[in-house]
């Protein structure tokens, strides 16, 4: 029941004052949302939320970011941004933002340091800060000037769509608290004559605002200095910093400098002091000297130490991906290429350079690498290291964001978005929705590369020689494209395993070794175009080698139909074809299992002779059941032709394949798990045509007990080919062999296989006692000492010895 509001406040009037208890309030079900909403609850007293700021500040230094690294990122953004501010208002509002002398002052960021004073310093050239802006924007946490600037545009109505702004919070500043505990900052404002000081301890509850004893130092802009700990000293070294702004800040728009200092030894050229007088004694010196014609000994040379700066700029690269792509050349795209994968990575054989709009814009340039990065080759893909990198306008804010799934691992590239909302450390994003648009987009972008590289590339282009004439490929020649697919396959296979959105374009960029393609790889459409009218099915078969599928007894019947057959090489293959279950409307089929058939043959003419096959050789087929009881999951005539081989051993429609069976126990005795377990469900097919089953099946007759060892052991062994014919190893190999032994010893018509007896090695040392030693020639041994060193010359002549 619902009371209405008039109903609810009269009620409420009457229980305030009646005498009714507190229960019998509550007993009536009113919330106290609803007596709020009628006008009964008091107002009370109003009190403010109380904070300690230096606790805040605490908790935002030590808890907010996970890397001590990022305060260098963050202060150059904010450098960043103070020059974009300046920019903008110096066009807007000249008159204020525009003083004399300031032309000569470029826009850029300068970091120092000073190894001795253990100090690091940050400037800029930007539009500095007020008195009031000091204390408003660096005395509150969390209060982004930034923010205020842009809103304050937008309030206005000059906002400029073009304008990007990186701070958001206003606590990348208080990031150098992580390294420094002691924090400087001098600002110079064109709105204010004076220059300020900012300065707090790491700790402290409060901080000091003063004018700079030092003057205006600063013609604009900002200078932070930090005084590092003991424990960050490391960041007062040139080759550190030169590492963190290369790796977060390589791309921002203005010039990042870092001023080394370098100490060299200088010759020390100080004269002598021009007023002193020469004496007499000297004179007189001078004059013995010049008689005797003494020549004079050389000064000892003397050197000092002298410290030199200079200025390194660590943002040469430009940000290639914000250009339009009609304007950028392709040695442009080849030297940015270098800069994400190294000077010494291989050429790439494609890139996609785009630009996504929707509900979060942003624009990408991807590379599609010639070569297998090293880490894929040392362990598994799922340690791999990221090779996209996010950036949110030119900044970089990770490069550990899985922009592409494990699969496409490989792929080097770039994401840039002015308005991709990230959590306050910048480290995450706030929302994972909008990673997985990104994330989605990118992947098409890379598939659909992928597949732009391959139909360009997939079959051999004509070589022209030095006459223009076209060059006949050589047998080995291979496409650019498979070329690459050799070594990037098994990733594109895990993609189509993996990832059902994009499965149906990732199948096209599959290829194949099959029975017909003479060992080049072909894909699946070009499988599907060669397929026979009334074929419905894509024949697969799976083994080690190409050369070892070709030997299969599996393949007698589809050569017989002249059907082209997939071989499955690759362990990832069995996998594959499960997940794929069908291309274009045909399904796999394998042709090791038990239901393959073909429909070049009228469905009414398979199924006669079928039954015909199974009530003539039923005996045969029950005493067999019972003889491989527990070997096979059932025994059956073939309903496919076998050819030249008496029985083989096929699977189950439902169950894996020979080759999946040994792929999966090796995997299985590799982690220590019991391998029977994934042992396949065999059916043992015979060939009712092959002679030897029909003298089996005259043997068996009506299957009595009576039946002879010999046929037993012509089963089994039939059994064991099957077995091998099938792929499938042998499960009693000393028995198979014994088996062996009988036959061999019926072939040679041995009565027995018992043992010669062991002979008497001293019979056999009297005769060699009596018999003489002879040479290769003929001569006993006493003959050849006699034998003169001259008459074993070759005569020439007569060729002869």
């Known amino acids: 029941m ?37 006008g009964i609850v008091e107002k009370g007293e109003v009190y403010k939320f109380e904070a300690e700021v230096h606790r805040m500040l605490d908790i935002v230094v030590n808890s907010l970011y996970q890397n001590n690294d990022v305060f260098l990122r963050e202060l150059i953004s904010n450098g960043s941004d103070a020059i974009d501010k300046f920019r903008y208002m110096s066009l807007t509002e000249p008159e204020k933002y525009k003083v004399e002398g300031e032309d000569e002052v470029p826009l850029e960021v300068k970091i120092e340091y000073d190894a001795e004073e253990q100090t690091l ?54 990031s150098a608290f992580l390294v420094a505990d002691k924090v400087t900052v001098a600002s110079k404002s064109p709105l204010d004559s004076v220059q300020y000081v900012w300065e707090s301890e790491n700790g402290s509850a409060s901080f000091n605002v003063y004018p700079d004893p030092r003057g205006n130092t600063l013609l604009r802009g900002t200078e932070i200095t930090l005084h590092l700990k003991e424990n960050a000293l490391e960041y007062a070294d040139p080759d550190r910093l030169r590492e963190l702004a290369k790796h977060y800040s390589e791309f921002v728009v203005y010039p990042i400098s870092l001023r080394t200092t370098k100490t060299i030894r200088v010759l020390d050229e100080e004269e002598e002091d021009p007023t002193k007088a020469e004496t ?40 290639l991906w914000t250009r339009d792509k009609e304007d950028i050349s392709e040695e442009e795209y080849k030297s940015f290429w270098h800069t994400l994968a190294g000077e010494q990575a291989e050429e790439y054989v494609g890139h996609s350079h785009f630009t996504a709009e929707g509900n979060i814009n942003f624009k990408s340039l991807l590379y599609l690498p010639n070569e297998v990065p090293a880490h894929y080759r040392l362990g598994s893909i799922d340690n791999v290291e990221k090779g996209m990198r996010l950036f949110v306008r030119r900044v970089l804010i990770s ?153 299969s007894p599996f393949l007698e019947t589809a050569k017989e139909k002249d059907v082209e057959v997939l071989f499955l090489t690759d362990a990832i293959d069995e996998y594959l074809v499960k997940q794929i279950v069908d291309y274009k409307n045909n399904k796999f089929m394998h042709l090791s299992s038990e239901g393959v058939k073909f429909q070049d043959e009228s469905a009414d003419l398979v199924a006669r002779r079928e039954k015909y096959y199974r009530k003539k050789f039923k005996p045969l087929i029950e005493w067999l059941r019972k003889l491989y009881q527990g070997s096979v999951l059932r025994v059956q005539v073939a309903k496919r032709s076998l050819g030249q081989i008496p029985a083989v051993v096929s699977s189950s429609d439902f169950g894996n394949s020979a080759n999946m069976e040994r792929i999966l126990r090796a995997q299985a005795f590799q982690h220590g798990v019991d391998e029977r377990g994934y042992m396949a469900m065999k059916v043992f ?86 018999s003489p030693k002879t040479t290769a020639g003929g001569l006993n041994a006493e003959d050849f000492e006699e034998l003169n060193i001259n008459d074993l010359i070759i005569d020439a002549d007569k060729d002869e010895l």
């Not at 205020?148 to 990348?172: C, H, P, R, Y």
């Open 2 to 38: 619902r009371f209405s509001k008039v109903v609810v406040q009269a009620l409420a009037l009457l229980l305030v004052h009646s005498n009714f208890p507190f229960p019998a309030f509550r007993s009536t079900g009113i919330t106290l949302a609803q007596a709020q909403e009628a």
């Open 121 to 174: 310093t940050v400037r800029d050239t930007g539009i500095g800060m007020t008195h009031d802006e000091l204390v408003s924007n660096l005395g509150t946490v969390a209060r982004s000037g930034t923010t205020k600037f842009m809103n304050a545009l937008k309030e206005s109505g000059n906002a400029d769509s073009t304008m990007s702004q990186i701070g958001q919070f206003g606590v990348g500043f208080y």
């Open 280 to 319: 007499e004694d000297d004179k007189k010196d001078d004059e013995e000297i010049a008689v005797e014609e003494e020549e004079e000994s050389p000064k000892e040379k003397k050197f000092k130490d002298l410290k030199t700066h200079q200025y390194e700029v660590l943002n040469g690269n430009p940000a």
């Open 399 to 551: 490069d550990s964001f899985e922009l592409l799934p494990r699969y496409l691992g490989f792929i080097r590239g770039v994401v840039d978005s002015d308005d991709l909302p990230l959590n306050v450390n910048r480290e995450t994003l706030q929302e994972s929705k909008i990673l997985q648009v990104i994330k989605k987009k990118v992947v098409r972008k890379a598939i659909d590369m992928i597949k732009h590289f391959a139909d360009e590339n997939d079959e051999i282009k004509d070589e022209l020689d030095d006459e223009g004439n076209p060059i006949e490929p050589d047998d080995q020649a291979v496409s650019k494209y498979i070329t690459w697919y050799k070594k990037f396959s098994p990733n594109i296979k895990l993609g189509v395993i993996e990832d059902e959105p994009n499965r149906a374009k990732l199948s096209k960029l599959l290829r194949f070794q099959t029975s017909k393609s003479e060992g080049k790889f072909i894909s699946l459409d070009k499988y599907v175009e060669n397929m026979k009218d009334w074929q419905k099915n894509i024949y697969v078969l799976g083994g080690t080698s190409a050369e070892e599928i070709a030997k």
């Open 685 to 770: 097919e015979i060939n009712p045509r092959h002679p030897l089953i029909v003298k089996l099946f005259e043997g068996v007759g009506s299957g009595d007990d009576d039946v002879s060892q010999d046929l037993i052991d012509a089963a089994l062994m039939i059994h064991d080919m099957a077995m091998l014919n099938g792929g499938f190893p042998i499960g009693d190999p000393v028995a198979h062999n014994n088996r062996l032994l009988k036959v061999l010893q019926g072939s040679f018509g041995l009565d027995s296989l018992a043992l010669e007896p062991e002979l008497d090695p001293a019979e056999f040392e009297e005769d060699e006692e009596e």
